[in-house]
């Protein structure tokens, strides 16, 4: 490895630094107010239009004749096909169903620097077609590697060479973290968060903004995308230590910091929390077999959609998209469309004056390796009509209003996943609530989830959303 | 997850009670001489014999008619099969080979309770009948899940109920770790160490020993085996801060100990070396295919071993075992029977007075993840012969006298492996050997290398092993 990118700080002073750009709403290189105006104009700028076709309008796209697999002429991109889950671990012990592969790596990657002596971070208005508004917030990198190597013959990535050896800048995170396990089979990508002091040109579909701006705009539907959210997770912070009377506090803020302050007030520590991991993943089974398209039971195809029989899940569809400053303007793709919104939450308990999250082990058709860790509830309710419910979705359903401390709705990947929108809370439980969980649950500190977020396949997607979600509440 | 095992102390408490355990070598329930008697007087106590057979004497094992794969009747334990790997990481770009797929998670522990307020560990001399001396020093438990299960049906697993949910104990170390990538298909085992407050009977293999002694034991050639090496690299230290003198000390001693003590001293800090990891993993591609053992190329078998063509890398040969403390007394089985011994060296370089350890990124047959953590050098010189030496094995070779500061011969799990010996080196190179190193490379600290054997999948066992080599030094 060169040392050109030898360290002069130390990690803890990375921490404080995250955590001042999460403190900081003056010394800002553009306000909020200038920031909407900004998204407003980068939205009416340029006209999308993204209409659902049938499968044989997609260009580049057939149904391999053996397998019945979607894939692209390139061998590219990504793939439908079918797969086939043998699992102890979830409401069913085996089902098949359609599942996105896609093996290749891509990058998420967000690049910072220090104005006023705040860190910023550089954030873009892109267009997905699967996004409910089309245009949200995302990372200033969100590159496939067939897109940065070129396979779309698009124009060049604004940005891709700080993300890629040899550095220019300061990596301050690189992990490799999966995405939706219930859609994508073993996928994967880079997320990373690179600093620099050059000057660097602002393209006009990118802005400066401090994480407490963006802390606020994750209150806002739909506007920050999925990649932006799980590069965000990757942030460690330190508690902050210029606010000792909110540290002190009896109060759902003062329980956080202390949560993202203190080590000795976790209900577990770390080798109990590895452990529980551990545990779960040598308990359980889960076996995979990519099977062909056409032999997934209990789905049907037609020529605009391939379904699950009682209208559950999610669909594949095929799409048009036509687009005026995408990388290339005009294009054709599948898509998934889930069926109804899910519910994602966490709930949040003080355990001795220090707020833990209540984590599930949870088992995907896709999951990289038999368990990670999710939200306390992880579900799509629709899909449990006048079936046993998921364990917690009452509490998180009927918790009282002033119980909810986190509530918005996001949008997964608009670029996979159609309308794919989840419903993000974090809702406080209260003394009568049992310290006490079944062995699929651990009560984590918010320290202790965003060290682990710093390491690969712990925390899904879904939690690590949801994780970006809860340190907007500090 | 109950919360029985609540815990009382901290991290940090625990690290520190683990350094002292490591320096204390007073106040010990066995004298090392006295444990040396002990354990000649176990290996006197049973008599063993183990001889190669061809396979069709191999009792409950065959080879499958359409495979040729060798498998056992009950469809536990291991089989041999063939595999097909496509890389860009290795000296060949493509190669087939045999290799153990062992999909089961098996259990390595280590029971440890404090006598005289110093943790000792329980560890027990076990006989495989890999091992060159037959018995070596083992973790309290070393059992596959067909062996705790009673697939065997043989005598009760001592210990097993102190490394079973729910826990008696506390659990202190608890991560799926790999095991030997060349020999092995995505093969991990739970690494455990559990303390206990209750009294435990000890049984006649059992004895209680402190780090301290453990680390002068893996000194001596073939006595600490693989299982227990493993499990020991789990276990994270503090620094010692007894030890004024020495952490001052320009020695490599003194460089060792702020190697283990300061996050500031750190060529790379945390994100750094977790970014090269991402690299490597995101740069390189792995492709396992698994095929039948009979389809394998340039590998020839005959009715007692399958070998390869030059002679190189390994067999796979039968052998039939006699034992009088076994859980069965008496079982024929296949084994690994590597060709020449391994080098398995760590380079090590002070740089601002703090000792760094030479990482490679390195890529084997049977990776879980594309990429695994190993030492500098990690190869069979004999597999060389005639074709270019891997990087950095001159370094050791020709390393003067004084330059080596850990030189031991040990062999690897003598349950799968007949007499495969590696040797270990901890090679200290001069203020001429550059800083800068490959891609593949990194310079890590011993915390830092300690702190990400917390994970899984980072390390793999070889350099495991080697770093328990490293805290026998300060």
Redesign the interface.
Known sequence: ???A???T????D?LRRFTESANTHDRVVVPTPAFHEWFAERQAANSYQVTQVPFGELAGWRFQPDSGNLVHDSGRFFAVEGLSVHTDHSEHAHWTQPIIRQPE?GILGILVKEFNGVLHCLMQAKMEPGNVNLTQLSPTLQATRSNYTRVHKGKPIPYLEYFT?PWRGR??????QSEQGAWFLHKRN?N?VIEVTDDIPVLEDFCWLTLAQLHELLHVDNLVNMDSRTVLSGIPFAAPVDRPSILDEDSFRGALLRSLAE??GA??????V???F??A??KHTLDQQRIPLNRVDGWRATDKHISHDEGRYFSVIGVDVQASNREVAHWTQPMLAPVGRGLLAFLAKRIGGVLHVLVQARTQAGTFDVIEMAPTVHCTPENYEGAEQPRYLRHVLDAPPGAIKHDVVHSEEGGRFHHAENRYVVAEVGDDFP???P?D???MTARQATNLV???NYFNVEARSLLTGLHTLW
């Open positions: 490895m060169s040392t990118g030898l360290l700080t130390t990690d803890d990375l790596t050896a990596v301050l995170v690189d992990v490799l880079r990373m080590r000795k209900l577990h520590e770390l080798p109990s590895l452990s529980w551990t545990e993943k040598t310290v006490e969980v062995p649950f651990i009560w710093r390491y690969s």
